[in-house]
């Protein structure tokens, strides 16, 4: 699980000695593991001898129950909204104290961003994370303000109260709306999704190069209410 854990989305590609550097396993032990795992499928071992994370644990990770169901169901909405706005339509869940990007529909002509499916936002920089964070439980908020707020841009919301102030809007309008907190440049807005207990499960967003991105509130939010309804449905 070490091993594992030492790929990153910033080092998804690894030496024998950076594992044992990030690890701190032994040489031999390391190789040995790593052996293993490759044989698994869960890493696999580059021409050069690098290693990267093998497709068995993608196959694996495409089962989670969480994860399917939504990104199935959420999938045919996601098309329409990117077919309509021609930017970055993402798809996030909760994972831990972070937003984890299940899905995201991209087009070459948009503004460049951070994440990727796989890769995970910080819940108060990104519209998706404060979504989430909205719709956490307290303990939440006290773990991420006291992990300190990291400050990305010169518009990042780095001051508690003023995180509270914007959290407690985000529950009221069920939107939330970012403006150059990640990126220069980049401007989102994103919406819940619920289950169907009216449990916020994920949260939906695009991303855009518009200064003007509330004007895409109306359609985010009828994507996200489509999406919860369709999951009601399901089951």
């Not at 594992?4 to 990030?22: H, K, M, S, V, Y």
């Not at 396993?25 to 994370?53: D, S």
């Not at 706005?85 to 087009?107: D, F, K, N, P, W």
Request: proline fraction near 5%.
């Amino acid at each position: 699980m070490a091993i594992l854990g030492a790929f990153t989305t910033d080092r998804p590609e690894l030496t024998l000695a950076q594992i044992c550097r990030r690890t701190g396993l032994r040489h031999a032990t390391a190789h040995r593991i790593a052996g293993e795992l490759a044989a698994w499928g869960a890493l696999e071992r580059k021409p050069g001898g690098a290693y990267v994370v093998g497709l068995r644990l993608w196959e694996l990770g495409a089962l989670n129950p969480r994860a399917l169901p939504l990104r199935v169901l959420a999938m045919p909405v996601m098309e329409d909204l990117h077919a309509a706005t021609r930017q970055h339509v993402q798809l996030t869940v909760l994972q831990g104290s972070e937003a984890l990007v299940v899905e995201r529909i991209s087009t070459a002509h948009a503004v460049p961003i951070v994440s990727r499916v796989g890769g995970r936002l910080p819940l108060h920089a990104s519209a998706a994370g404060k979504i989430l964070l909205a719709h956490g439980d307290e303990t939440l908020l006290d773990t991420i303000i006291g992990e300190g707020l990291s400050r990305f841009t010169p518009a990042t919301i780095t001051d508690p109260d003023e995180l509270r102030v914007t959290l407690a809007e985000c529950r009221r309008t069920g939107v939330a709306i970012v403006r150059e907190e990640m990126s220069r440049g980049a401007y989102s807005v994103a919406t819940r999704i619920t289950d169907s207990k009216d449990r916020v499960i994920a949260a939906l967003s695009v991303v855009g190069a518009d200064p003007a991105t509330q004007r895409l509130i109306p359609a985010v939010v009828v994507a996200g209410r489509s999406i919860s309804r369709e999951l009601r449905s399901a089951r």
